[in-house]
C-alpha cells in the first residue's frame, strides 16, 4: 500500500518555527516530486513549496518566500518543509503529495497521485 504520512504539526507562536517531515511507505521517493500544499478554513487549498527528484525546491506561495523551504534525505524516503518566522495567516492543514513525474514541481494539486493526511500548523500566542 502506497502511503504518505506527515508528522511536525502542532501550535507554535507567532514567530517561531516548526518542521513538518512528510515519510513515504510502500514506495520510495528518489524519484518523485513532493508537493506541500495547505488548507485555511474556508479557503480553497494553495500550493506551498515543491521539491523535485534531484533536490530543486520551488516556492509557489508569495507569502512564503524566504521563510519556507523543502528538502528531502531519500536515505530516510522522507521529505521536510522548513517553516520559519511563522504567521498567525500560516495556520493551516499542511499536506504532502507525490508525483511520479519527478522532474517537474507543478503548483497543481490534480497533478499528483499520492497524498498525506494532512498535519495541523496553528500560530497564535
Known amino acids: 500500500q502506497l502511503q504518505l504520512v506527515e508528522s511536525g504539526g502542532g501550535l507554535v507562536q507567532p514567530g517561531g518555527s516548526r518542521r513538518l517531515s512528510c515519510t513515504a511507505s510502500?514506495?520510495?521517493?528518489?524519484?518523485?516530486?513532493i508537493g506541500w500544499f495547505r488548507q485555511a478554513p474556508g479557503k480553497e487549498r494553495e500550493g506551498v513549496s515543491c521539491?523535485?527528484?534531484?533536490?530543486?525546491?520551488?516556492v509557489f506561495a508569495d507569502s512564503v518566500k524566504g521563510r519556507f523551504t523543502s528538502s528531502r534525505d531519500n536515505a530516510v524516503n522522507t521529505i521536510y518543509l522548513q517553516m520559519n518566522s511563522l504567521k498567525p495567516e500560516d495556520t493551516a492543514v499542511y499536506y504532502c503529495?507525490?508525483?511520479?513525474?519527478?522532474?517537474?514541481?507543478?503548483?497543481?494539486?490534480?497533478?499528483?497521485?499520492?497524498w498525506g493526511q494532512g498535519a495541523q500548523v496553528t500560530v497564535s500566542p
Open positions: 503529495a507525490a508525483t511520479p513525474v519527478g522532474h517537474y514541481c507543478s503548483n497543481y494539486d490534480y497533478e499528483y497521485a499520492y
Open positions: 521539491i523535485s527528484s534531484s533536490g530543486g525546491s520551488t
Open positions: 510502500g514506495f520510495t521517493l528518489d524519484h518523485y516530486a
